[in-house]
């Protein structure tokens, strides 16, 4: 056990108590089509105190966001019927979801896929498979001016 998890300090340097204080109310949607994949997301950010949407593709993800507004959403990009840069870009054009941050979270790792993930509108990239230690970390930095 490291030091920090004994004390409950957490990377922020906020105890446990506290960080959950600060990211209670917070809503993410997740979208992903893989099943195992959306579990051990939500389960991660479940255990840190997210409220967790889910959508599927990007039909659903639209139709979520318009029910109950996320505060960040995970985009996989790779979707059945309506991809995540399609998506992307719809939600980015509209008045109402555009300052929402879009965090792709894909397998696309090739030359050029981040740049033309970032240029579809997503505001970030996270890459998989995710690091289950690293990732709520490599999350939370695009909440910062949300």
């Known amino acids: 056990m490291l030091v920090s998890e004994m004390s409950g300090i957490t990377e922020s340097g906020l105890t446990r108590t506290?960080?959950?204080g600060v990211i209670m109310g917070k809503r993410v949607l997740v979208v992903e089509d893989d099943p195992q994949n959306s579990y051990l997301i939500g389960f991660i950010?479940?255990?840190?105190?997210?409220?967790?949407v889910t959508a599927a593709d990007?039909?659903?993800a639209i139709a979520a966001v318009e029910a109950q507004l996320p505060d960040l959403i995970l985009m996989d990009m790779l979707l059945p019927r309506m991809d995540g840069y399609e998506a992307t870009r719809a939600l980015k054009a509209s008045a109402e979801t555009r300052d929402v941050p879009i965090v792709a979270l894909t397998a696309y790792s090739m030359k050029g896929d981040r740049e033309r993930i970032l240029e579809s509108g997503c505001d970030g990239y996270i890459s998989k498979p995710i690091d289950p230690e690293t990732f709520?970390?490599?999350?939370?930095?695009?909440?910062e001016g949300a």
């Open 136 to 143: 709520v970390s490599d999350m939370e930095r695009y909440f």
């Open 58 to 60: 990007g039909e659903e």
């Open 45 to 52: 950010l479940e255990r840190n105190g997210y409220e967790v």
């Open 18 to 20: 506290e960080r959950l």
